[in-house]
């Protein structure tokens, strides 16, 4: 059975998770608005991931003879000043996610509870990727700047990531 502590804190990283979910829908409904359906099928893929993250700690505090516990999802932001503000977000986002998948292990490490420290291991490990899928997709977009053929490439090339999700 998982500590009070730790029971919380895990519970409090689905709400993250499925917020990161909500963040990326957002995004991918503001990139449906602008015409750039590349960009939105990414986003959406994206969420679909972070739905994936929320489960994979949902099925973890079941595992451990645990209570899940719910609580309301924040409203995320619905507009952005451009694609490259939104890619710049979502990197920002996802360096916030990293801080608490750190801030967990930490805590994992402090009460000794080495099976979770174990679980979080493909959390550390996915985060790399998840800032550096964002941090490529922002710099790139600053490298465009304001040229259109530019930005119409890279939404075809994103759209390559197709419905599936996972990167
Ligand atoms: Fe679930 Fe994008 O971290």
Same mark, same amino acid.
């Given at each position: 059975m998982l500590s009070?502590? +730790?029971?919380?804190? &895990?519970?409090?990283q689905i709400n993250a998770e499925l917020y990161s979910?909500?963040?990326? &829908?957002?995004?991918?409904?503001? %990139?449906?608005?602008t015409n750039l359906p590349g960009m /939105?099928?990414? +986003?959406k893929a994206q969420a679909q991931e972070e739905v994936g993250h929320a489960m994979k700690f949902y099925g973890y505090v079941f595992d451990r003879d645990s209570k899940v516990e719910l609580k309301a999802i924040d409203g995320p932001k619905t507009k952005w /000043?451009?694609? $490259?503000?939104? %890619? @710049?977000?979502a990197y920002k986002h996802e360096q916030k996610v990293t801080g608490l998948i750190h801030k967990l292990v930490d $805590?994992?490490?402090? @009460?000794?509870?080495?099976?979770?420290r174990s679980f &979080?291991?493909? %959390? *550390?490990? @996915?985060? *790399?990727?998840? @800032? /550096?899928?964002?941090? +490529?997709?922002?710099?790139? &977009?600053?490298v465009i700047g304001d040229s259109k053929p530019g930005l119409f490439m890279l939404d075809r090339e994103l759209a390559g990531r197709?419905?599936?999700?996972g990167e």
């Open positions: 009070s502590n +730790m029971k919380k804190a &895990l519970n409090d979910a909500y963040l990326y &829908l957002s995004m991918a409904a503001y %990139f449906e608005d /939105a099928g990414w +986003m /000043a451009s694609p $490259l503000a939104a %890619f @710049e977000d $805590l994992a490490n402090k @009460e000794k509870d080495h099976a979770t &979080l291991n493909w %959390f *550390v490990d @996915e985060q *790399v990727e998840e @800032e /550096a899928s964002t941090k +490529m997709i922002a710099d790139r &977009l600053k197709g419905s599936g999700g």
